[in-house]
Nanobody
Framework: QVHLVESGGRLVQPGGSLRLSCAVSGRSFSQYDLGWFRQPPGKEREFVAAISRSGLTETYARSAQGRFKISKDDVKSLVFLQMNSLRNEDTALYYC????????????????WGQGTQVTVSS
């Protein structure tokens, strides 16, 4: 079993930056591809970014490209999402996820999920 706990979400002004963290425990961290998803208010959950278990491949949603950066620390079993130039439409509950089917964009490719951390972008 794998357990994921997100942190770092808070209220931030438009244009600001925020770094989300996700602590992964349980089975070997290096066995998993890791992703970030988000669910805006009243909408379906959507893909944000993913990183392969090797760390060599990163995938981003179009809305995240150029503004967000996914990274991981294999020693501390942490995955991060650095978010810059935040917009009101980035407001959402952000989830991290782990799977072994590749750093894909589909929810079904991830077997384990955290409970989410709330990011609110507002002035």
């Amino acid at each position: 079993q794998v357990h994921l706990v997100e942190s770092g979400g808070r209220l931030v002004q438009p244009g600001g930056s925020l770094r989300l963290s996700c602590a992964v425990s349980g089975r070997s961290f290096s066995q998993y591809d890791l992703g970030w998803f988000r669910q805006p208010p009243g909408k379906e959950r959507e893909f944000v970014a993913a990183i392969s278990r090797s760390g060599l491949t990163e995938t981003y949603a179009r809305s995240a490209q150029g503004r967000f950066k996914i990274s991981k620390d294999d020693v501390k079993s942490l995955v991060f999402l650095q978010m810059n130039s935040l917009r009101n439409e980035d407001t959402a509950l952000y989830y991290c996820a782990a799977g072994d089917q590749g750093a894909g964009t589909e929810e079904k490719e991830y077997d384990y999920w955290g409970q989410g951390t709330q990011v609110t972008v507002s002035s």
